[in-house]
Structure formats: C-alpha cells, structure tokens
C-alpha cells in the first residue's frame, strides 16, 4: 500500500511569502505528525494531530506557523512570512494511534525542503 | 531537562566490520525507546522499539539493547553493508502526552 507522500517535494520562496506544505498520511492512521529537521541538527517536533484535533502545538516555533487536518487524513502546514530560518525539511509521520498510544511505529514521508531566500 | 545524546556523532566502518552506536537519555517518565534509520535525502525508517521490560530487540542485522536503570541504549550493526551508510537516530518517548526526544544522529559510513 502507500506510504505517507508529502507534496512538493522541494520548495523555494522569497522571504515573506506564504507557503504551504501537504501530507497524506497512510489509509486509517488517525494520528499525524510534523517535524523539521534543519541542517545537520536533530528532528524538532512541531505539532501532533489525533484526528483532526490537535492536541499539542507546543512545538510550532511562532505564530507564523499553523496547521490543519481535515477529514483524520490530509494535513497542511502553512508557514506565513517566511523567514530564512525557517530553511529545513519538514518531514511528516502517521501512525495508528491506540487509546494507549505506547507503541504505536511511525512511518514517515519523504519531506518537503523548504529553501528560503 | 529531557535530553537525548548520541555518540558518536560520526562513524566511518569498513564493510562487513561490527559497530555499536550508543544512546543515552534523561528523559522521564520513560515510554519507549526508538531506533530510527534516515538514509540521505529521506524520511526515518523504524527499527526498533522497547519499552521498560524489554532490553533486546533484534531486526535483522540490527540489535538494541536498552538498560533503563543507566539510561542508556545501544544499537549494534553486525556485518555492516554499504547500504548500511545512514543516519542513526535514537528517540525517547515520554509516557503521558505525545512528547518525543530525538537524539540529533550518528552519521555512519560504510566504505568498501
């Protein structure tokens, strides 16, 4: 079957322009999550979606960031008056999120490179 | 402070050598204890999962050990394989509210 896909695959913007990043997550994954990962640092957890709630935002960066998820499937993450800081890939996991949530894999999608110039 | 370290930060093996990466964390109260692969230019793949009770997981050619007493863990590459060249990410999941501590990698390369 798919995998988590992330669309576009590679994006350049001008500073201060809006962007907005997709991911489908797998068939029947009610959790999702976004993460960026800068140049050569670790993954930075940014936001967690069971459904279409959010639960945690505490790691959206500023209020620049938003996301949404319609449907317990697609999510968008919209990055508004890009930064050059906000370079990075954003890199999009889905899992099947049980009541207990211990153990669940995630499986990742390819990420969207965001180059801000 | 929840934190989750890596050593060593790179690694270059020859193929068909052993090597352990290590993992240690401060992270509390503990869930679970991932091993994840991120080849270049690619999304993380699983590897590995433990909880507290479980101290050795296998796949494949990879093995993780987890002492949750020390919190440390390790992950040992038997055998290793060019295609083996990745980074290694170690994650730590804290029990309760989705909160996941990633380690930022170790970086081995296999040479032939």
């Known amino acids: 079957g798919a995998g988590v896909s992330q669309s576009p695959s590679n994006k350049v913007t001008e500073k201060g322009k809006d962007v907005e990043l997709r991911c489908d997550p797998i068939s029947g994954h009610t959790a999702l999550y976004w993460y960026r990962q800068s140049l050569g640092q670790g993954l930075e957890f940014l936001i967690y979606f069971q459904g279409n709630s959010a639960p945690d935002k505490s790691g959206l960066p500023s209020d620049r960031f938003s996301a949404e998820r319609t449907g317990g499937s697609v999510s968008t993450l919209t990055i508004q008056r890009t930064q050059q800081e906000d370079s990075a890939v954003y890199l999009c996991?889905?899992?099947?999120?049980?009541?207990?949530?211990?153990?669940?894999?995630?499986?990742f999608g390819p990420g969207t490179r965001l180059l801000v110039l | 402070k929840n934190q989750v370290e890596q050593s060593p930060q790179s690694l270059i093996i020859l193929e068909g050598k052993n090597c352990t990466l290590q993992c240690n964390y401060t992270v509390s109260p503990f869930s679970n204890l991932r091993w994840y692969k991120q080849d270049t230019g690619r999304g993380p793949v699983s590897l590995t999962i433990m909880t507290f009770s479980e101290n050795t997981k296998s796949n494949g050619r990879y093995t993780a050990t987890l002492d949750a007493d020390t919190k440390q863990s390790s992950l040992h590459i038997t055998a290793s394989q060019l295609s083996d060249s990745a980074s290694y990410i170690c994650?730590?999941?804290?029990?309760?509210?989705?909160?996941?501590?990633f380690g930022t990698g170790t970086r081995l390369t296999v040479i032939p």
């Open positions: 996991a889905s899992s099947y999120r049980s009541t207990s949530g211990t153990k669940e894999t995630q499986y």
């Open positions: 994650v730590v999941v804290q029990t309760g509210a989705n909160n996941l501590f």
